[in-house]
Nanobody
Framework: QMQLVESGGGLVQAGDSLRLSCAAS????????AGWFRQVPGKEREIVAA????????RYADSVKGRFTISRDNAKNMVYLQMNSLKPEDTAVYYC????????????????????WGQGTQVTVSS
């Protein structure tokens, strides 16, 4: 059983930066695709960024391109989301997810493909 635990959320002002971290445990390898999603109350969860096994392949939602960066440190079993130039519309609960069925070169952006989820971390950006 895999566990994912997010951290790093908080209250910031518009234009500030935050780095979210996702600690993975319960596996002996890092052979999974990873993604960050976010959800605002009353709305569906949406993809923010995703990466493959190695972290070399990435995809981003149009709304965060150029501002957010997903990365992973497989030696530490960590996945990160660096968020710069934050905007009030980035306010949401952010979730880390893992897809164990993806092959090494797949970047998964579809929520239903993900097998494991963290509990979420709140990010609030004030104007």
């Amino acid at each position: 059983q895999m566990q994912l635990v997010e951290s790093g959320g908080g209250l910031v002002q518009a234009g500030d930066s935050l780095r979210l971290s996702c600690a993975a445990s319960g596996r002996t390898d890092n052979n999974y695709a990873a993604g960050w999603f976010r959800q605002v109350p009353g709305k569906e969860r949406e993809i923010v960024a995703a990466t493959n096994w190695s972290g070399r392949l990435t995809r981003y939602a149009d709304s965060v391109k150029g501002r957010f960066t997903i990365s992973r440190d497989n030696a530490k079993n960590m996945v990160y989301l660096q968020m710069n130039s934050l905007k009030p519309e980035d306010t949401a609960v952010y979730y880390c997810a893992a897809d164990l069925d993806a092959n090494a070169f797949m970047v998964i952006t579809t929520e239903m493909n993900y097998d494991y989820w963290g509990q979420g971390t709140q990010v609030t950006v004030s104007s």
